[in-house]
Protein backbone atom coordinates (compact mmCIF):
# COMPACT_ATOMS: atom_id res chain seq x y z
CA UNK A 1 0.00 0.00 0.00
CA UNK A 2 1.17 3.31 -0.84
CA UNK A 3 1.74 6.34 2.04
CA UNK A 4 3.73 9.33 3.04
CA UNK A 5 4.45 10.25 6.55
CA UNK A 6 5.45 14.49 7.02
CA UNK A 7 8.01 13.66 9.78
CA UNK A 8 7.32 17.29 10.93
CA UNK A 9 4.23 19.19 11.58
CA UNK A 10 5.29 22.06 12.59
CA UNK A 11 8.44 23.90 10.81
CA UNK A 12 9.67 27.53 11.97
CA UNK A 13 12.39 29.58 9.99
CA UNK A 14 13.47 32.46 9.37
CA UNK A 15 12.86 35.07 6.72
CA UNK A 16 16.11 34.64 4.39
CA UNK A 17 17.18 31.23 5.42
CA UNK A 18 16.10 27.55 3.68
CA UNK A 19 13.15 25.74 4.59
CA UNK A 20 13.20 21.61 4.74
CA UNK A 21 10.06 20.26 4.86
CA UNK A 22 10.58 16.32 5.26
CA UNK A 23 8.49 13.23 4.01
CA UNK A 24 8.90 9.79 3.76
CA UNK A 25 7.62 7.70 1.42
CA UNK A 26 6.26 4.11 1.68
CA UNK A 27 5.36 2.16 -2.35
CA UNK A 28 5.51 -1.18 -3.45
CA UNK A 29 6.60 0.38 -6.63
CA UNK A 30 7.86 3.58 -8.50
CA UNK A 31 5.59 6.10 -6.50
CA UNK A 32 4.04 9.54 -7.99
CA UNK A 33 4.70 12.41 -5.52
CA UNK A 34 3.68 15.45 -5.22
CA UNK A 35 3.80 18.42 -3.03
CA UNK A 36 0.83 20.90 -2.50
CA UNK A 37 0.79 24.33 -0.56
CA UNK A 38 -2.44 25.53 1.28
CA UNK A 39 -2.61 28.91 2.14
CA UNK A 40 -5.10 29.85 4.98
CA UNK A 41 -8.84 29.24 3.72
CA UNK A 42 -7.51 28.29 0.13
CA UNK A 43 -7.27 26.00 -1.86
CA UNK A 44 -4.27 23.31 -2.65
CA UNK A 45 -2.26 24.57 -5.49
CA UNK A 46 0.24 21.75 -6.78
CA UNK A 47 4.17 23.30 -5.86
CA UNK A 48 5.97 20.20 -7.75
CA UNK A 49 5.50 16.47 -9.04
CA UNK A 50 7.99 13.49 -9.28
CA UNK A 51 7.05 10.80 -12.05
CA UNK A 52 10.06 8.91 -12.75
CA UNK A 53 11.97 11.53 -14.49
CA UNK A 54 14.66 13.78 -13.17
CA UNK A 55 15.30 13.09 -9.20
CA UNK A 56 15.64 16.84 -8.30
CA UNK A 57 12.14 18.38 -9.43
CA UNK A 58 12.04 22.10 -9.08
CA UNK A 59 8.63 23.90 -8.53
CA UNK A 60 7.14 27.12 -8.16
CA UNK A 61 8.26 29.87 -5.91
CA UNK A 62 11.47 28.85 -6.18
CA UNK A 63 10.97 25.07 -4.06
CA UNK A 64 12.97 21.84 -5.37
CA UNK A 65 12.38 18.52 -4.19
CA UNK A 66 14.66 15.36 -4.18
CA UNK A 67 13.63 11.82 -4.78
CA UNK A 68 15.94 9.74 -2.80
CA UNK A 69 14.81 6.02 -3.42
CA UNK A 70 17.75 4.78 -1.03
CA UNK A 71 15.77 6.63 1.65
CA UNK A 72 12.31 6.61 0.37
CA UNK A 73 12.37 10.15 1.11
CA UNK A 74 11.02 13.66 -1.08
CA UNK A 75 12.00 16.13 1.23
CA UNK A 76 11.26 19.77 0.14
CA UNK A 77 13.37 22.29 0.45
CA UNK A 78 13.53 26.18 -0.89
CA UNK A 79 17.07 28.22 -0.21
CA UNK A 80 15.78 31.38 1.21
CA UNK A 81 12.31 31.93 3.02
CA UNK A 82 9.56 34.35 2.27
CA UNK A 83 7.18 35.49 4.59
CA UNK A 84 4.64 34.87 2.02
CA UNK A 85 5.80 31.13 2.13
CA UNK A 86 4.29 30.71 5.64
CA UNK A 87 1.29 27.94 5.03
CA UNK A 88 0.95 24.15 5.04
CA UNK A 89 2.26 21.87 3.00
CA UNK A 90 1.52 18.11 2.03
CA UNK A 91 3.19 15.25 0.82
CA UNK A 92 0.89 13.24 -1.39
CA UNK A 93 1.35 10.43 -3.21
CA UNK A 94 -0.81 8.87 -5.90
CA UNK A 95 -2.26 5.30 -4.91
CA UNK A 96 -4.25 4.70 -8.42
CA UNK A 97 -5.12 6.08 -11.17
CA UNK A 98 -6.34 9.01 -9.55
CA UNK A 99 -6.47 8.47 -5.85
CA UNK A 100 -4.08 10.38 -3.97
CA UNK A 101 -2.89 9.81 -0.04
CA UNK A 102 -1.85 13.02 1.68
CA UNK A 103 0.35 13.25 4.34
CA UNK A 104 -0.50 14.76 7.26
CA UNK A 105 0.79 17.98 6.52
CA UNK A 106 3.69 20.74 8.05
CA UNK A 107 3.06 24.14 9.07
CA UNK A 108 5.03 26.12 7.93
CA UNK A 109 5.93 29.92 9.66
CA UNK A 110 8.08 32.11 8.51
CA UNK A 111 9.73 34.33 11.52
CA UNK A 112 10.25 38.15 10.31
CA UNK B 1 -2.93 26.05 -15.22
CA UNK B 2 -7.08 24.46 -15.51
CA UNK B 3 -9.32 25.74 -12.57
CA UNK B 4 -11.86 23.93 -10.58
CA UNK B 5 -14.12 26.48 -8.94
CA UNK B 6 -16.11 25.58 -5.98
CA UNK B 7 -19.40 26.99 -4.71
CA UNK B 8 -19.66 28.56 -2.26
CA UNK B 9 -16.82 29.10 -0.29
CA UNK B 10 -18.60 29.58 3.27
CA UNK B 11 -22.06 28.14 4.16
CA UNK B 12 -23.51 27.78 7.75
CA UNK B 13 -26.40 26.39 8.19
CA UNK B 14 -29.34 24.87 10.73
CA UNK B 15 -29.33 21.26 11.72
CA UNK B 16 -31.32 19.35 10.19
CA UNK B 17 -30.77 20.97 6.56
CA UNK B 18 -29.11 20.12 3.33
CA UNK B 19 -26.47 21.79 1.76
CA UNK B 20 -25.24 21.35 -1.74
CA UNK B 21 -21.91 22.40 -2.70
CA UNK B 22 -20.82 22.21 -6.52
CA UNK B 23 -17.92 22.10 -8.01
CA UNK B 24 -16.99 22.74 -12.08
CA UNK B 25 -13.73 22.06 -14.33
CA UNK B 26 -13.61 25.62 -16.08
CA UNK B 27 -12.19 25.15 -18.86
CA UNK B 28 -11.33 21.40 -19.29
CA UNK B 29 -14.17 18.26 -19.01
CA UNK B 30 -13.66 15.74 -15.97
CA UNK B 31 -15.14 12.47 -16.58
CA UNK B 32 -13.90 11.79 -12.55
CA UNK B 33 -14.18 14.42 -9.77
CA UNK B 34 -13.08 13.80 -6.20
CA UNK B 35 -14.02 15.16 -2.81
CA UNK B 36 -12.02 15.07 0.53
CA UNK B 37 -12.97 16.42 3.78
CA UNK B 38 -10.67 18.32 6.07
CA UNK B 39 -10.69 18.34 9.66
CA UNK B 40 -9.06 21.26 11.36
CA UNK B 41 -5.62 20.63 10.79
CA UNK B 42 -5.33 17.22 9.64
CA UNK B 43 -5.15 15.91 6.35
CA UNK B 44 -7.12 15.63 3.66
CA UNK B 45 -9.30 12.61 3.45
CA UNK B 46 -10.74 11.02 0.62
CA UNK B 47 -14.73 10.91 0.88
CA UNK B 48 -15.78 9.56 -2.55
CA UNK B 49 -14.89 9.31 -6.47
CA UNK B 50 -17.87 10.86 -8.35
CA UNK B 51 -17.81 9.32 -11.94
CA UNK B 52 -19.70 11.53 -14.69
CA UNK B 53 -22.94 9.39 -15.62
CA UNK B 54 -22.68 6.39 -13.11
CA UNK B 55 -22.84 6.22 -9.53
CA UNK B 56 -20.34 7.79 -7.07
CA UNK B 57 -17.37 5.42 -5.87
CA UNK B 58 -17.63 5.80 -1.75
CA UNK B 59 -14.42 5.58 0.57
CA UNK B 60 -14.81 2.73 3.55
CA UNK B 61 -16.58 4.45 6.71
CA UNK B 62 -18.85 7.24 4.39
CA UNK B 63 -22.05 7.46 4.13
CA UNK B 64 -23.41 7.33 0.79
CA UNK B 65 -27.03 8.42 2.42
CA UNK B 66 -25.23 11.04 4.02
CA UNK B 67 -23.13 12.62 1.19
CA UNK B 68 -25.05 12.46 -2.25
CA UNK B 69 -23.02 12.77 -5.38
CA UNK B 70 -24.05 14.03 -8.52
CA UNK B 71 -22.12 14.52 -11.50
CA UNK B 72 -24.70 15.76 -13.88
CA UNK B 73 -22.09 16.93 -16.63
CA UNK B 74 -18.39 16.58 -17.82
CA UNK B 75 -18.18 19.96 -15.81
CA UNK B 76 -19.81 19.63 -12.55
CA UNK B 77 -20.02 17.43 -10.00
CA UNK B 78 -22.07 18.22 -6.50
CA UNK B 79 -21.95 16.80 -2.98
CA UNK B 80 -24.91 17.59 -0.94
CA UNK B 81 -24.58 16.69 2.93
CA UNK B 82 -28.12 16.07 3.83
CA UNK B 83 -29.81 16.34 7.33
CA UNK B 84 -26.69 18.04 8.42
CA UNK B 85 -25.47 18.27 12.24
CA UNK B 86 -22.75 19.69 14.16
CA UNK B 87 -20.31 16.95 13.46
CA UNK B 88 -20.58 17.24 9.38
CA UNK B 89 -18.89 21.01 9.86
CA UNK B 90 -15.74 20.69 8.47
CA UNK B 91 -13.50 21.64 5.23
CA UNK B 92 -14.71 20.14 2.06
CA UNK B 93 -12.68 20.15 -1.36
CA UNK B 94 -13.12 18.96 -4.62
CA UNK B 95 -10.28 18.17 -7.49
CA UNK B 96 -10.56 16.80 -10.92
CA UNK B 97 -7.54 15.45 -12.90
CA UNK B 98 -6.26 17.41 -15.74
CA UNK B 99 -6.64 15.71 -19.29
CA UNK B 100 -3.74 13.64 -20.19
CA UNK B 101 -1.95 14.99 -17.20
CA UNK B 102 -0.21 12.90 -13.86
CA UNK B 103 -2.01 15.68 -11.49
CA UNK B 104 -5.09 16.80 -9.41
CA UNK B 105 -6.32 20.67 -9.81
CA UNK B 106 -8.12 21.55 -6.61
CA UNK B 107 -10.57 24.22 -5.58
CA UNK B 108 -10.80 26.40 -3.13
CA UNK B 109 -13.03 24.39 -0.99
CA UNK B 110 -15.83 25.22 0.48
CA UNK B 111 -15.96 25.68 4.63
CA UNK B 112 -19.42 24.17 5.85
CA UNK B 113 -20.41 24.96 9.28
CA UNK B 114 -23.42 23.68 11.05
CA UNK B 115 -25.48 25.13 14.09
Known amino acids: AQSVTQLDSHVSVSEGTPVLLRCNYS??????LFWYVQHPNKGLQLLLK??????LVKGINGFEAEFKKSETSFHLTKPSAHMSDAAEYFC??????????FGTGTRLKVLA | GAVVSQHPSWVICKSGTSVKIECRSLDFQATTMFWYRQFPKQSLMLMAT?????????EQGVEKDKFLINHASLTLSTLTVTSAHPEDSSFYIC???????????FGAGTRLSVL
Open chain 2, 50 to 58: SNEGSKATY
Open chain 2, 95 to 105: SAPGTGENIQY
Open chain 1, 27 to 32: SSYSPS
Open chain 1, 92 to 101: VVRAGTYKYI
Open chain 1, 50 to 55: YTSAAT
